[in-house]
């Protein structure tokens, strides 16, 4: 079985500050890994996935993730927060074969000016 | 494209009512889903279709029904709303990923209230 642990419920930074979001996995075989963004009132937009081809992965808006599997880790960073960061960001786990997302149960960024 | 579009956007419903949450989308995706969000608990997966004809379960399946007989469609019916199924909506699309792991396309949801 597989499960993803997302420490943090909410997590508040200065704008300007460095964005760290936690994420550990569980899986028995190699994951895909995945972080998603929720705007408020919004549906879910990709940031970026690990595809297993690097483990440092570059996404949108200026995020990144680090592949670690002796850590069984893919925490999400930016080094600058902006306002338009404030969001819920979720962590989510696939396998090869399966055809859904085990998610995390969210991180809600806060930005303060 | 839309993409994933879903209707209503908001919806309320009394206990023991039915009523069918749309889903559609137009890129022309073999595999939907649906998940429900609640606060503290991530999206769990309701039920799952890899493609018409073909449905599945998910992780939480107990009252909700599905069927597919398009490509482009996934309604998921709540047969007798209970207020446990108060919560957020979302379907899901997918497309094969070349030599890695495939991208899920979510619609913008459907808020659920059931008194």
């Known amino acids: 079985a597989q499960s993803v642990t997302q420490l943090g419920s909410h997590v508040s930074v200065s704008e300007g500050a460095l964005v760290l979001l936690r994420c550990n996995y569980s899986s028995s075989v190699p994951p895909y890994l995945f972080w998603y963004v929720q705007y408020p009132n919004q549906g879910l937009q990709l940031l970026l996935k690990y595809t297993s081809a690097a483990t440092l992965v570059k996404g949108i808006n200026g995020f990144e993730a680090e592949f670690k599997k002796s850590e069984t880790s893919f925490h999400l960073t930016k080094p600058s927060a902006h306002m338009s960061d404030a969001a819920e960001y979720f962590c989510?786990?696939?396998?090869?074969?399966?055809?859904?997302?085990?998610f995390g149960s969210g991180t809600r960024l806060q930005v303060q000016p | 494209n839309a993409g994933v579009t879903q209707t209503p956007k908001f919806q309320v419903l009394k206990t023991g009512q039915s009523m069918t949450l749309q889903c559609a989308q137009d890129m022309n995706h073999e595999y939907m889903s649906w998940y429900r969000q609640d606060p503290g608990m991530g999206l769990r997966l309701i039920h799952y279709s890899v493609g018409a004809g073909i449905t599945d379960q998910g992780e939480v399946p107990n009252g909700y029904n599905v069927s597919r007989s398009t490509t482009e469609d996934f309604p998921l019916r709540l047969l007798s709303a209970a207020p446990s199924q108060t919560s957020v909506y979302f379907c899901a699309s997918r497309t094969p990923g070349a030599g890695g792991p495939d991208t899920q396309y979510f619609g913008p949801g459907t808020r659920l209230t059931v008194l």
């Open positions: 989510a786990v696939s396998h090869t074969g399966r055809r859904a997302l085990t």
